[in-house]
C-alpha cells in the first residue's frame, strides 16, 4: 500500500490532544497486526510528521513546547493535511502565510481535516461552503459567523464530505483519525489499532 504524507500542523495555541491523537492513531497504524510489525515502518499506511509556519519552537496549550518537523516551505507534498484546533486558530484567521498554506495545499491533497476550531481556518478560506460541517460546540456559532452558508451539524462527532473532513472538539479528531483508517485500510485495521493503543471506538458517531 502507497504510503500517505501525513502532514499535521502545529502553532502556538494549538490544542495538545488535537494534534497528538490523530498522530497517534495514523503513526501507530500498521496493515500487519501486532507488535512487532510496530517496531519498523514497513508496514505503515501514514508518514506522519508535524508542520509549522517555521521550524521554531511553538507552544502549545497547557505550555508544552513543539519543534515542527517541516515549515510551510519545506513540507514534502501532502496526501493527508490535519488542521488542529485550540485558542491559537483566532490569530491565524487573520495570518495570511496559513491561510494560503491550507489553501494550496488543499488543492493537492486527497484530504483536508479539521479538528476543533480547526474548522475555523477552512472556513476562513471558503473550503466549507455549502458543506456540512462541526466543530467544537463552544464555537459552532463562530462557525457560523464564519460563513453562513455552511450547514453545521451541532451533534455529530465528525463528518466526511469526501475531501473534506470535519470533527468536533479535541478527543473526537481521535474517532476522526480512526475513521480515515478504516476508510483508507478497511475496519480490521482501524480496530487493531485501536486495540493496540487501547482506544475504545465509539459505533456510529460520524455522519
Same mark, same amino acid.
Given at each position: 500500500?502507497?504510503?500517505?504524507?501525513?502532514?499535521?500542523?502545529?502553532?502556538?495555541?494549538?490544542?495538545?490532544?488535537?494534534?497528538?491523537?490523530?498522530?497517534?492513531?495514523?503513526?501507530?497504524?500498521?496493515?500487519?497486526?501486532?507488535?512487532?510489525?510496530?517496531?519498523?515502518?514497513?508496514?505503515?499506511?501514514?508518514?506522519?510528521?508535524?508542520?509549522?509556519?517555521?521550524?521554531?519552537?511553538?507552544?502549545?496549550?497547557?505550555?508544552?513546547?513543539?519543534?515542527?518537523?517541516?515549515?510551510?516551505?519545506? =513540507?514534502?507534498?501532502?496526501?493527508?493535511?490535519?488542521?488542529?484546533?485550540?485558542?491559537?486558530?483566532?490569530?491565524?484567521?487573520?495570518?495570511?502565510?496559513?491561510?494560503?498554506?491550507?489553501?494550496?495545499?488543499?488543492?493537492?491533497?486527497?484530504?483536508?481535516?479539521?479538528?476543533?476550531?480547526?474548522?475555523?481556518?477552512?472556513?476562513?478560506?471558503?473550503?466549507?461552503?455549502?458543506?456540512?460541517?462541526?466543530?467544537?460546540?463552544?464555537?459552532?456559532?463562530?462557525?457560523?459567523?464564519?460563513?453562513?452558508?455552511?450547514?453545521?451539524?451541532?451533534?455529530?462527532?465528525?463528518?466526511?464530505?469526501?475531501?473534506?473532513?470535519?470533527?468536533?472538539?479535541?478527543?473526537?479528531?481521535?474517532?476522526? =483519525?480512526?475513521?480515515?483508517?478504516?476508510?483508507?485500510?478497511?475496519?480490521?485495521?482501524?480496530?487493531?489499532?485501536?486495540?493496540?493503543?487501547?482506544?475504545?471506538?465509539?459505533?456510529?458517531?460520524?455522519?
Amino acid at each position: 500500500m502507497e504510503r500517505w504524507n501525513t502532514g499535521i500542523m502545529v502553532f502556538d495555541g494549538v490544542e495538545v490532544l488535537d494534534f497528538t491523537g490523530p498522530f497517534e492513531v495514523f503513526s501507530r497504524t500498521r496493515t500487519v497486526p501486532g507488535l512487532v510489525s510496530r517496531r519498523s515502518e514497513e508496514h505503515a499506511p501514514f508518514c506522519v510528521f508535524t508542520i509549522g509556519k517555521t521550524t521554531e519552537q511553538v507552544t502549545a496549550v497547557g505550555g508544552l513546547k513543539v519543534i515542527p518537523e517541516f515549515s510551510f516551505e519545506t =513540507a514534502p507534498p501532502l496526501d493527508l493535511l490535519v488542521v488542529p484546533g485550540g485558542v491559537g486558530t483566532r490569530a491565524l484567521l487573520n495570518d495570511s502565510a496559513t491561510l494560503d498554506f491550507i489553501r494550496e495545499r488543499e488543492a493537492s491533497a486527497k484530504i483536508v481535516a479539521s479538528v476543533c476550531t480547526g474548522a475555523l481556518l477552512l472556513a476562513k478560506v471558503g473550503l466549507l461552503r455549502g458543506k456540512r460541517a462541526t466543530t467544537h460546540w463552544a464555537a459552532l456559532d463562530e462557525l457560523a459567523l464564519l460563513d453562513p452558508e455552511i450547514r453545521l451539524d451541532r451533534e455529530a462527532r465528525f463528518i466526511d464530505e469526501g475531501h473534506l473532513i470535519t470533527s468536533a472538539g479535541v478527543a473526537a479528531g481521535i474517532d476522526m =483519525a480512526f475513521h480515515l483508517v478504516e476508510s483508507r485500510c478497511g475496519r480490521e485495521v482501524a480496530d487493531e489499532t485501536a486495540n493496540y493503543i487501547e482506544y475504545r471506538r465509539l459505533p456510529g458517531t460520524g455522519r
